[in-house]
Each structure stands twice: as C-alpha cells, then as structure tokens.
C-alpha cells in the first residue's frame, strides 16, 4: 500500500541526507580515541553521530581503547539519563569486552525508595559463545533480594552477513537466536535468579541498521517479548509498553520512521462487544532524551515538544495508510522526555499545560483526522545536582468524557520495575487514578459515534474550550488589548428530576440514559470575558443511534424552554436518526397465524392470534383482542398491539414519538422567532432531525453530515430500482448548500465549533441585550482604500478589502479580519453574512455585479432528466437571492439584534415568465416583510458606482420602517424607476431628440432656414428643396446616437444623489 511507499520514501531521503556509515563510523572513531574519554561528549551526540549502530560497530576495532570507549558508550546510550550510572568495562581482545554497570530508575527520587540495579553487557564473537557464557557463573550478586538486575549479550557485528539494503535480512538468523535463547535462559533458570536477573537482552548488530533487539523476562518465564522485539530494553518501561501490554494484545508497526518511536496497534483484551467488536487503538509512543529551551523564556521552549508531538502524529498517519489498520481504530500518543527540567514544580505544571492545550487549539484538526483520544506528555522535574525531585505526567484526554481535558499528575514509580504505581493531583496532591475501566467505556462509545461519522457529544464541550484558546490567541495576535481569564469554560449538565423538571446534575459522561443530552455552558469569549451563558442541546448518537423517543422529546423541550426562559441561545448538536421505531418483540414469539386453509398457506390468513396461555403470559394493555376459536381452542385475535409495559415499547415506538416530533417542532419555531438558535449538523440527521435543523434556520452542517427525510434505501425499495447509493445524493453538502438550508459548511468538527464561536461573536448574551461591542483593533476613522467600480468586481473586496496583483493592500468598508460570509453557496447574486465597524456587529447584504451561475442537479430517479445551469445577471434579485436577502433579514432580526448594513446595487428584479413562475414576487415581497417587522437600525447605502432601481428601490425604501431605517447614498451613485436608457425610449423618445438637434445643432438651423426659404418662395418645390431636406435627414441620423447619449445624460441627472 501507499504507506509502505511512503514509509520507504521517508528512509531513503534520510539515508541520501545523512553522511556515509563509513564516514560518521570514522569521525567517531576518532572521538572514543581517547584513553579518559569523557562521555558527556559521547552521549551529547546526535544519533547519526554517535548512535548505537556506530558504537557497536567499533567494537571488533583492533584498538583497545576504542574497543573499550564503544562499550561503555553503548551502555550509556541504552541507559542514557539514568541516574547514578556507572560502567566497569574489561577488554580481552575484539568482541570480547564485558561491561558490569549499576543505575537506577529516573523515576524513582534518590531520597525515597530508590534501589540500585546492577547489570552485566557481554561482548561475544559469535552466538555459539552465549551457550557457554550461561553455564558459567553470572557476575551479579542479588543484593537485595528481588531479582533486580539485567544482562545483556551484544553478538559480534561480524557474525553473520547483513544486506545492507534490507533491516530485515537478518529475519531467519535471529528468530532461531530467539527461540535457542529462550531454551538456554530456562535452563539456566535457578543461576540467573541466583545472580538476581530479572531481564535478559540478546542484542544483535547488523551496520549500517539499527541493532536487532530481543527481550526476556523472568515474570514472563524467559519468554521472549514480540511486543518489545527491535527495541532497546530500557523502552519496555520507558515507553510503558508494560502497561500497554496489560490492556491489549499488541502489534507493533514495523519499522517505525523515528529512531526513538514505537507504533503499536492494540486490541482490547476480552470477550467483543456490540456490533463493532473489539476496539482497536493505535498508540505511538515515542521519547527524546533532551529538553531545548528554557521555561522562563516565554513559550519559545514550546517549538521543541511540538515538533515531538508533530512526529508522533506522522506516525499515527503513515500507519493508518496499513492497509490492515486503515481509519477506523482511536489513536493515543505517548511524548517521555527522558530529562529533567531544573524550575519550580508549579511553573513547569502551569507551563506544560499552557503549551497542551494550545498544541490541541493549534492543531485541533488534524488531530481529529487521527482520531487522537489522549495526549500524554511525561517530563522530569529536578536538577543534575540535586537529581529528580517529581516526574509530571501531564495529559490531555478524552477518555474521560469531555475532548482532550488536561489532568496534571505527579507520577511514583516502582522502584523494582521503573513502572508507574501511584499518582497525585498536581495542584491539590490528592491521590489519583489513572481509570481504565471509564475510559475503555468512553472508547467505545468513541467508536460508535465515529462510525456515524460524527464525535461523542460530551467531548464538545472539551472542543468548545480548546476553540476558545485559539480565539484568545488570535484576538490577542490581531492587538486586542483585553486579559484571556482564567477560567475559560465550565458546564453543567441538565438532567431530568423526579418531578419531570430540569435540575444541574454533574454526573460523569456516559451515564445518561436518555438519548439527548443538555447543558447550560459558560463561555468566556474576547467579546464577553467576564463569561456569556449558553444552552446546548446534543443528540446521543450512541444511545439507540441518537433517535427520538418519548423521553428524548421531552428532554429536548424542556432544555430549549430553559433556553427561551433565560434568553440565552440555543445551540442544536445534531446527529440522530429521527424518531424511533420499534415492535412489541416481546410477542413475536408467540404470534400465530389463522390461515385460510390449513393446507394451503399460499391463500393467505384471516388474523393474527394468540393462545389463551400466551395471552395471559402479559398484562392489560399489551394487546386488544377478541375471542376466537381456532381448531376447537379459544385464542384471542388481535385487533391491535398497544405494548404497554413491555420493555421493547418502554420510549415509545410509535405515533407517541411522531407526537413527541410535533412537539419539539413547534418548540423550534418558537425559540427561533424568541431567542437565538443554531444547529450544528455533526452526522446524519433524519427525520424531525433534519427539521429540527431548519427549524432553528440557522445550520451549520459538518460535510459529512447529510440532512434527510428518508434513508436512500428506503426510497429505493419505493422506487422499485437501485436509484441512489448515499443519503449525502439526498441531503449532503451538494444539495443543502445551493438550496440555502445550510447557512455554513465546515469540513470537521474541530471547524465546526469554530463556526459556532465565530457566530456567537455576532450574538447578544440574552435575546434582550444587544450586540458585543469590542473594542476595535482596526481604527473606525481609517479611509477605505477599495474604490468600488462600474464595471463588475467581487462585492467582497468591498466589504473585507484586497491585495492586488501588484501587492498592495486595500481595506474594505468594515474592520480587517471581521466579515463572514454565510449562505455563500445559495442566490449567489445577493452576498450575505455577519461583520463588524469599529467593534459593533451588523448584519450585511451586499450585491454581487458579476453574472453567476445556478445549478439544478438531475435526480437520479428520473433517467431523462440533466443538469441544468441557469445564468444570472448581476445587479438583479432572482427568485433565490430575494429569497435568501429575506431570509437573512429575519436572521438578523431573531435573536441577533444586529444593526443591518444594506449595500443597495440593484437595477431590479428578474420578472421573466420562469422567474414569475419560480415566485420571485412572493420572495419580494417577503423583504418587505421583513424589514416592516426589523427592531433595529437599517441603513441602507447606495456605494460608489452602484444603483437602485424600480421595485429593488421600493422594497427597501425607508418609508417600510422609517423609525428605524435610513439610506444614503453616494455622490457617484444613481437611483431612479428606469435606467436612463428605459426612460428615454419612454419619455425623451426620437421626435423630441430631433427637436433638441435642430435647437442645439449650428449645421440643422442652417439647413432648417434654407428649407424654410426655400418652402416661403412662390416657386414650386424642386430639386434643391428636396436636396435640403435629404442633408437634414443624414444629419440627423448623423447625430443620433450622439443626442441619444445627451438625451441618457438628460435622464440620468434625474437620478443622482442631488435629487435622491
């Protein structure tokens, strides 16, 4: 697959990038020779420099101290930042150096409990050697009695023969090493626990590859790990592949592209459940051994761990390119800075956490795309003095519910194994767990609403919160002079109480038992830092796949009458699948059928029945029947199934559910006419669903998330045929974008919270406030450089401003950064969305100049039909873009309270017989309507070049609503019912433009007095009068065209601003 290619890509760039083996073998070489190396230098090495392929490989070299300084240095390197390390190395020729070290685990603080470990490294010529290096005695001595030392066997680098194109030649060789080891290591079981080994470590090299590495372990009875195989030791707890191990059954991806990265796919260990079976999880571990930077120096230090974190995410991508691991696992990283920051515990706390939460803000969504569920992020706290005083294990995680929530933990570790064994709370030093059993919960209702292609919905509000960094840091970044508060986002969730009504409960996420969920939400937002309320409502897609029920309903109105009651905006997270249906499956199996003829079932059946013993097995209420005889034995026909009591109607399945639609329907239609609504189409939305979502008219829809009345299965066993083959041919991007249900379109949930806070920017914090002012970080008395022109040009440039071509910048009408265009995709000769001047929101309808295109899909289920572009003009209301200028008004209006900007450029509308029939005056007249009901200020602006004309004038004339609204106009504008050259086929036509010729025209009145002599004089007519009259006629075709101009002139002065 295209991962491997990429993966091969990957290596061989870095291998045509980094120097020759021989060449950095050799420039290392020349470093060990030094009989009082100091290894500082050694271990301050790049990997390409001083790695452990290099070190192993020198250590056959024919001198003694290079042979030595190689051996101690590849200690080192495997048990680099360990604590307390110290190395004994004797040398008896080429690859043969036995290396005896002790260290202990960095994790483990030198005043507690530390233990020293001792180990023993064995240079041998040949793997045959090993065999007898067992049956001698092992030098270590089990001081303290818990088996905690290790020994190593490195074989020769010259062994074998190693391809140096393949890691892998090695293959055959080294399992057979592996197995013959395990056999020796058990035989020679009762001498290693003697000597107190716990860990045995076949290390085979093949330069110029990274070694071959195996691990064995006593606990595991000398078998070898597969989990840990081409990895050093030290990373089985390093990298906690350990704790991994418990949890699932591991396969790691082989190679990984970063030297210091381990990229395993993991099944959760255990019977499957649900339909999905086993979880699967992607985990990159990786680990550096060094910190670049210094916390006290701002959040310069941060570009380091980023760049870690980015690496991980690149192996998360490339695995998911495995064909055998594809997109459907959860992903986790693992970041072990294997060092020690010497600050202030608290600073490190507070410094490590800022850069989390904005590494998550900042790469938000591609993080999504991996599916990433938990960010963990292990750092040292201490000094090379004083050695580690606290290892903080800093995580951002899902697994709790909520999106990538940050937990500070001070981690213990066993001083045994290395292994994490205890946590507390960083900032209040309570004890604390790492909860598995929650967390493997959330992970599979993770992967539920994944497959539905949306999030589980508590981990939005972790989203919302995350959104709000970024907001901060990008108002902050653009001048804004106001403080980001500490505490950005709370929620607390609204429950249903005993007595039916909404009380705050703060249960952990998961435990709902309704497939709607509600919570009243804190924003603090640049706009309102002091905090705006919110209500958000969320469809539990992992609840009886997010459907409408009985109780859903109820849930749902009471949330959004909560909303209506305080004012606050509601926001609609939607993915469901409509309102839910069901059967009485407590009956199926004791249904029977009376058949017409007992012989011949093919002739049908009278009714359904049960025996008078089935009957009776449930309560009142379940069925309606009346007694019958079948075959001598009463039974009882149904006559209907009611299903009261039965645990497969408890909900409902029905008509009470389609009551329960009706209801929030009109719950909807009220909020949104009250207070400020929005929906939010994360998945599929079925149904009331997908009415829900133009209920509240406002949508933002996810791009894979379609709105539908009926899955495209259905529809197909109504047609009879295989006509469509998604839901999005019914209700994707495609068809709600261009017919103006779909106000926004974001690619992923991440831009899809993102939408929502850029819209709530624009909104009142109750229906009764007004509009957020901020204070402006682009200066109201600025000039606007973009000079509109006559000729077409893109509306936006007005209202954002440009660069041109040659670069130079030019600022539009309101302030830099701040329009956002909405309904982009629908009447696209009209430009609506939301902007800010000098800090106050408005409401803006600008005109596009430009002809544009409206494209009418075929339907599929009608073979003859074709896709149709229909051009429209610039300049003119269409059907769609009066529909849209109306429906944009009411939007402003409800709940938004903005100030309304109108950028009038109309000539008219479009009153053709297909326009008409497409009722272009309904939708006209619709504007009207709205702006007669509009509350608040509606000025109404004629721009440079631009015009207003006929009936365009007349349904935004502030005589609608003149407490409110006001035009103006500018000094280059026109505004009139005809354009001069309507008016003048009217009102100045040819006629009285020959009259202006011949009063104006010198050569006309010249002619005109000859004629007039010549018709005076008593001689007949003749030639020269006729000759006269021919010369006025050529001029005056003559100067047609040019008195047609002057008569347009004429007409045009009647249009400008002096007489507007």
């Known amino acids: 697959g295209f991962g491997e290619v990429a993966l091969l ?112 490294c064995c240079v041998l010529p040949s793997f045959g050697d090993f065999k007898g290096l067992l049956s001698e005695s092992i030098p270590l001595e089990d001081s303290t009695g818990k088996c905690v030392n290790s020994m ?43 000597a107190g080994v716990r860990k045995f470590s076949l290390i085979l090299p093949q330069a110029p590859h990274m070694p071959r590495y195996a691990t064995f372990l006593a606990e595991q009875d000398w078998k070898e790990q597969p989990s840990c195989r081409d990895m050093r030791s030290t990373f089985r707890h390093l990298l906690e592949v350990a704790r991994l ?62 760049n870690l974190l980015l690496s991980a995410v690149d192996e998360l ?45 900042k790469h938000g969504n591609r993080l999504q ?61 309570t004890d604390s767990q790492l909860d598995d059993a929650m967390a493997g919960r959330m992970e599979v209702k993770r992967q539920i609403a994944r497959a539905a292609g949306s999030t589980y919905a508590p981990e939005f509000l972790g989203m919302i919160k995350v959104e709000l960094i970024k907001k901060w840091g990008e108002y902050r970044e653009a001048g804004g002079s106001r403080t980001m508060p500490a505490d950005l986002f709370s929620s607390i969730e609204l429950v249903p109480g005993s007595d039916g009504e909404l009380v705050e409960s703060t249960r952990n996420p998961g435990e709902n038992d309704v497939g709607v969920l509600a919570w009243r939400c804190m924003l603090a937002t640049p706009e309102y830092p002091d905090g705006r309320d919110i209500v958000i409502i969320a469809n539990d897609v992992t609840f009886q796949a997010g459907s409408f029920g009985v109780a859903e309903d109820d849930l749902f109105q009471k949330a959004s009458e909560y909303a209506r009651a305080r004012g606050l905006p509601r926001i609609h997270i939607a993915c469901n699948s409509g309102a839910r249906v069901g059967l009485a499956e407590e009956l199926k199996p004791y249904v029977k059928a009376k058949w017409t003829e007992d012989s011949d079932p093919s002739k049908g059946f009278d009714f359904l029945y049960l025996e008078e013993e089935d009957y009776n097995r449930f309560e009142d209420g379940t069925v309606v029947a009346r007694e019958e005889t079948v075959n001598g034995k009463k039974v009882f026909a149904i006559d209907s199934i009611i299903g009261e009591g039965l645990k497969s109607t408890a909900g409902g399945i029905g008509v009470e559910n389609l009551q329960g639609s009706g209801l929030i329907a009109g719950e909807t239609s009220r909020a949104y006419n009250e207070i400020f609504t929005l929906s939010y189409v994360t998945g599929r939305s079925v149904g009331i669903g997908a009415y829900l979502n133009r209920l509240g008219q406002r949508v933002i829809q996810m791009v894979n998330g379609p709105m539908i009345l009926t899955g495209f299965g259905a529809l197909n066993k109504l047609l009879g045929k295989k006509v469509y083959t998604s839901q999005d041919q019914l209700g994707g991007p495609q068809v709600m974008v261009p017919n103006g ?35 402006p970080t682009d200066p109201p008395e600025r000039d606007v450089t973009f000079v509109p022109s006559k000729t077409p040009y893109d509306p936006r440039h007005m209202l954002a401003g440009t660069t041109t071509p040659e670069g130079e910048k030019l600022t539009g009408f309101f302030d830099e950064g701040s329009f956002q ?114 509350k608040h200020p509606v000025f109404v602006y004629i721009p440079p070049g631009g015009e207003l004309r006929g009936g365009s004038w007349v349904v935004i004339d502030p005589a609608i609503n003149p407490a409110q609204m006001e035009m103006y106009a500018d000094v280059e504008s026109r505004g009139g019912i005809l354009e001069p050259a309507g008016i003048v086929e009217v009102k100045f036509r040819a006629p009285q433009q020959k009259e202006l010729m011949h009063r104006l025209d010198p050569e006309l009145q010249r002619l005109d007095a000859l ?35 002057i008569a347009c002139e004429f007409a045009d002065l009647h249009d400008r601003a002096g007489r507007m």
Not at 750 to 773: E, H, M, R, Y
Not at 1026 to 1037: K, L, M, N, S
Request: hydrophobic share 35%.
């Open 741 to 775: 249900v779909t106000h926004k379109l974001v690619q992923s949930d991440q831009d899809g919270v993102s939408a929502i806070l850029d819209w709530l920017a624009f909104t009142p914090k109750t229906a009764s406030d007004s509009p957020p002012l901020l204070d």
């Open 317 to 361: 991508e490339r695995a998911r390119l495995i064909p055998e691991v594809g997109t459907k696992p959860n992903s986790r990283i693992f970041a072990h800075f294997n060092t020690s920051v010497d600050a202030d515990p608290m600073q490190v706390v507070d410094g490590v956490e800022r850069f989390m939460n904005g590494f998550v803000a």
């Open 9 to 120: 890509a990957r290596q061989y760039a870095e291998k045509l990038n980094a120097k020759p083996f021989e060449e950095r073998k050799s420039s290392l070489r020349a470093t060990l020779d030094e009989a009082s190396l100091s290894f500082d230098k050694v271990s301050s090495l790049k990997a390409t420099a001083g790695g452990i392929e290099l070190l192993a490989d020198l250590l056959n070299d024919e001198s003694e101290v290079i042979r030595k300084n190689a051996a101690e240095g590849l200690v080192r390197r495997i048990y680099r930042q360990s604590p307390g390390l110290e190395v004994q190395v004797s040398d008896e020729g080429p690859s043969k150096q036995t290396c005896k070290y002790s260290f202990q685990f960095a994790d483990v603080p030198l005043e507690g409990d530390s233990i020293m470990h001792h180990g023993v």
């Open 821 to 934: 265009e909405c309904l982009d995709g629908w009447g696209r000769s009209v430009v609506t969305g939301r902007a800010k001047l000098g800090g106050i929101p408005m409401g803006v309808i600008a005109v596009e100049t430009r002809n544009v295109d409206r494209r009418v899909p075929a339907d599929p289920a009608n073979p003859a039909s074709q896709e149709v572009l229909e051009p429209q003009a610039g300049q003119v209301w269409f059907p769609d873009s009066a529909h849209k200028t109306a429906a944009a008004i009411r939007d402003f209006n409800r709940g938004e309270n903005l100030p309304l900007m109108i950028f009038a450029n109309w000539r008219g509308f479009s009153g053709g017989t297909r326009d008409m029939y497409n009722e272009v005056l309904k939708f006209g007249a619709q504007i009207v309507d709205a702006l007669v009901e509009y």
């Open 152 to 194: 190593s066997v490195v074989i020769s680098p010259d062994a074998f023969e190693v391809d140096k194109l393949s890691f892998y030649s090695t293959d055959k060789e080294f399992k057979e090493m592996i197995e013959e080891t395990e056999c020796l290591l058990k035989q020679s079981a009762s001498a290693l626990k003697e």
């Open 369 to 429: 795309k991996s599916k990433v569920d938990e960010i963990t992020f292990k750092i040292g706290i201490g000094s090379e003095m004083k050695q580690r005083t606290h290892t903080l294990r800093l995580t951002a995680s899902s697994m709790g519910g909520e999106y990538l929530k940050t937990t500070a933990l001070f981690e213990k570790a066993d001083p045994l194994t290395g292994a994490p064994v205890s946590w507390s709370d960083a900032r209040s030093g």
């Open 245 to 306: 191990d418990k949890e699932y059954d591991l396969e790691r991806i082989i190679p990984a592209v970063g030297r210091s990265s381990q990229v395993f796919v993991g099944t959760k260990k255990g019977e499957a459940k649900g339909k999905l079976g086993k979880p699967k999880t992607i985990f990159a571990q990786t680990i550096t051994h060094t910190f670049d930077g210094d916390l006290a120096d701002g959040d310069a230090w941060m570009q380091w761990p980023e």
């Open 1011 to 1045: 004629l007039e002599g010549s018709a005076s004089s008593e001689v007949g007519k003749g030639d020269a009068e006729e000759d006269v009259e021919a010369q006025i006629r050529a001029r005056e075709e003559k100067l047609a065209p040019l008195y047609t101009q």
